[in-house]
């Protein structure tokens, strides 16, 4: 049992309230997912390539992989701490980066690349890891969180959602897949590297497989539903905005409320209750083997 979270803000003006209205929705699914916690946040515009990193020391010297980049890699760059997370604006390609730190600082490890989205996630209670990386001070267009209660993988930062492959594409997922071994075995042979056991990774991964192959977003999706065998509800942040899918029988719940303002899903009404103007939304449960998206 796990909670998803997802809010895209339609009225530019609310932008800046982004985080306070996110973190609120992720800490009221804590019971969920006690374990650990994780938020990606998109900017409203796209802007210089930018990397989330995540230090496995909690008191890693950011510093000195900013020196060490200065003295090996070229390009103009910036790194911007936030505890054992940090973003790095770089120009270069994910895979040089990911190799880079491996002979570096293996320590440190990538966790998304893109133009806008900024991933945090982290071990332990979700109220501290919103604390821990403050949340609520966060801005932008949109946002996908998790809490997660661990059932078939460890408690680590790396085990914790969302999950990213590509650029600006991060998935959180409720639920339990039973095919994700053979499954990641199939993109292995494709070229598709893995940074994880957790099952939901495998889905992740095959979803941007697909995009990269060509798909459209909604055929991706659509494949899904015969390639992951499983219980779930999935929700997806992209460069556009969010998309969500449940499985044929609609086993995890799912709620969305949509006003002139915002669009927002979690997995209980309790995520969205806090919410300005919720009397007014127009509020729904999501319909099974059904695609929705939102998008700016």
């Known amino acids: 049992m796990c909670g998803i979270t997802g809010i895209l803000i339609k009225d530019p003006a609310r932008r800046p309230e982004l985080g306070a209205w996110a973190t609120p929705m992720l800490t009221s699914l804590a019971e969920r997912g006690p374990d650990s916690a ?90 501290a890891v919103a604390r821990r990386y403050g949340f609520p001070g966060l801005s932008g267009g949109h946002a996908v969180g998790h809490t997660r209660m661990a059932t078939e993988s460890a408690v680590t930062p790396a085990h914790a959602h969302p999950f990213s492959a590509g650029r600006d594409f991060c998935l959180v997922h409720n639920g339990s897949l039973s095919n994700p071994h053979s499954l990641r075995r199939r993109l292995e042979r494709k070229g598709v590297g893995f940074d994880s056991d957790n099952d939901t990774e495998a889905a992740c991964r095959y979803l941007q497989w697909r995009l990269a192959e060509g798909d459209e977003l909604e055929t991706a999706l659509e494949s899904g539903f015969s390639e992951l065998d499983g219980f779930y509800t999935l929700l997806l ?56 998206t939102w998008r700016h």
């Open 38 to 127: 994780g938020l990606a946040v998109f900017a409203a515009e796209a802007g210089p390539t930018r990397f989330s990193l995540l230090a496995e020391d909690p008191d890693f010297d950011w510093h000195a992989l900013a020196t060490a980049l200065g003295e090996t890699l070229a390009g103009p760059h910036s790194v911007d701490p936030n505890g054992r997370h940090a973003r790095l604006q770089l120009e270069v390609e994910p895979a040089t980066l990911t190799e880079w730190l491996g002979e570096h600082f293996p320590g440190v490890h990538l966790l998304a690349a893109g133009g806008r989205m900024d991933l945090y996630k982290d071990a332990g209670h979700p109220e």
């Open 237 to 292: 942040g992209t460069e556009e905005g969010l998309a969500l899918v449940r499985d044929p029988f609609a086993c995890k719940p799912a709620v969305v409320a949509e006003t002139d303002a915002y669009v927002a899903i979690g997995s209980e009404f309790r995520a969205l209750a806090h919410l300005p103007d919720i009397e007014h939304a127009e509020i729904y449960e999501p319909r099974p083997e059904a695609i929705y």
